[in-house]
Every structure is written in C-alpha cells, then in structure tokens.
C-alpha cells in the first residue's frame, strides 16, 4: 500500500509562510499521473479539501486559501507541494495530502487513498 508523507509543518506568526511537502513512499506510485489533493483539518473540525492539482497541473482551490496558498509538483522528486503565504491564524490544523477523484463541485472531490500522519500547522496571532 502507497503510503504518503507529509512534512514543513511548524509554529509561525500570522503573515509569515510555509513550505509543506508530500512524498510518496513507494516509487511505483507516481504523484504526477494522479490527481492530488491538500487538506486540512482544525481542532474540532472536518477535514477540509483547500487544494488540487491534476496530471496537468491545473490547480483549484478553496475559497479560504485561493490568493495565497500554492500547490505544484516536483516530478523528479515524486513529491507536491503546498506554499502557504500570508497565514493566518485560521489556517492552524494539520495538513494532509491524497490522491482525489476530481468532481466540478468542490466538496464532492473525494481522497481515494488511506490518510498519512499529516503535518501540524499552527498560526499565532
């Protein structure tokens, strides 16, 4: 089973950024021919999609992050990204990468694969 690992995560101050990595742990797996997906889930909350990238690398994202959060690839490195800019304290919670069923509604995107251990973004004010 393809297990992903998320890492970057960290303490900042609101308006500082973020780099967040994904990497993939078996190289038969190939991040770039699948859709991928971040996410993110605060303390007491539902896990949240805030971005896509295809094969293609046509991005998406969710309303809250678009403007300032980015999502690319590595395809050398088998790994995405996600650069988080201008954080807020909002943004807090623990990130999470997957590979997603692409739907044109956004919250009917679905993960497809079995969760990582994801990596832990706190904002403070």
């Known amino acids: 089973q393809v297990q992903l690992v998320e890492s970057g995560g960290g303490l900042v101050q609101a308006g500082s950024s973020l780099r967040l990595s994904c990497a993939a742990s078996?190289?038969?797996?190939?991040?770039?021919?699948?859709?991928m997906g971040w996410y993110r889930q605060a303390p007491g909350k539902q896990r949240e999609l805030v971005a896509t990238?295809?094969?293609?690398?046509?991005?998406s994202y969710s309303d809250s992050v678009r403007g300032r959060f980015t999502i690319s690839k590595n395809n050398a490195r088998n790994t995405i990204y996600l650069q988080m800019d201008s954080l807020k304290p909002g943004d807090t919670g623990v990130y999470y990468c997957?590979?997603?069923?692409?739907?044109?509604?956004?919250?009917?995107?679905?993960?497809?694969?079995?969760w990582g251990q994801g990596t832990q973004v706190t904002v403070s004010s």
């Open positions: 990238i295809t094969s293609d690398l046509i991005t």
């Open positions: 078996r190289r038969v797996f190939s991040l770039n021919e699948n859709a």
């Open positions: 997957n590979y997603v069923s692409l739907s044109p509604t956004w919250n009917k995107t679905r993960p497809l694969g079995s």
